[in-house]
């Protein structure tokens, strides 16, 4: 079974619109972290925002929020106010704790996003 | 301070030759990771490296193989190159060593390998 499942390979938002970009996940471990990376076309993965699976409330960074909801086993990503450089590819990850954690994340298939004027 | 640098960028290999990536972690970074990205896909784990041992390793065969050197770089090697090891190899680097949920991986620019 997928681990980290993102739905949407591709979404459109006009620029200054907000946009929510889908992710579910799959574990037994109970601590474990959710995180959202944005690669551009250039090819470095960046850091956007980070949920930990005891965190009581939703992880917010500047124009990123994190809609954790934990029972459905969902962690999407909203960014608010889109601008021109938010075009670029998404990633949703999973770090499982018990089995290791570390550095290994398990990643989405990612969602192509494109901002448009 | 220096992020995470990789090099070469891009490099041409043909199947059956051997390959070695470099990775320069970011400054105060003593755990570095790597991941293959084949087009279209998200990154996959092969290994993580901590004090210059292995301590963690992903669904790949042994012909990938590592090192770490005592400044915390790091080596990725692939001997008897595939067609399907065609891909984007990322390398990633954290503080600390043991898992920290919160512990957030910086990523290089990657190093695109071609294998014809």
């Known amino acids: 079974a997928q681990k980290i499942t993102q739905t949407q390979p591709g979404m459109f938002v006009q620029e200054k619109e907000a946009v929510t970009l889908d992710c579910t996940y799959d574990?037994?471990?109970?601590?474990?972290?959710l995180f959202w990376y944005k690669q551009p076309s250039s090819g470095e993965m960046i850091f956007l925002i980070y949920q930990g699976s005891y965190d009581q409330q939703n992880a917010t960074e500047g124009r990123y929020s994190l809609n954790f909801q934990k029972a459905r086993k969902s962690a999407n990503l909203v960014i608010s106010a889109s601008q021109l450089g938010d075009s670029a590819m998404y990633f949703c990850a999973m770090r499982e704790v018990a089995t290791g954690g570390g550095n290994k994340l398990t990643f989405g298939t990612g969602t192509q996003l494109k901002v448009e004027l | 301070e220096t992020g995470v640098t990789q090099s070469p960028t891009h490099l041409i290999k043909t199947r059956g030759q051997q390959v070695t990536l470099r990775c320069s972690s970011q400054?105060?970074?003593?755990?570095v990771s790597w991941y293959q990205q084949a087009l279209g896909q998200g990154p996959q784990f092969i290994f993580q490296y901590y004090r210059e041992e292995e301590n963690g390793r992903g669904n790949f065969p042994p012909r990938f193989s590592g090192l770490q050197f005592p400044n915390y770089s790091s080596e990725l090697n692939v001997n008897a190159l595939e067609l399907d090891d065609s891909a984007l190899y990322l390398c990633?680097?954290?503080?600390?060593?043991?898992?920290?949920?919160?512990?957030?991986?910086?990523f290089g620019a990657g190093s695109r390998l071609t294998v014809l």
């Open positions: 990633a680097s954290s503080p600390g060593g043991a898992a920290s949920g919160a512990n957030v991986l910086t």
């Open positions: 400054s105060g970074h003593n755990t």
């Open positions: 574990t037994s471990d109970p601590s474990y972290g």
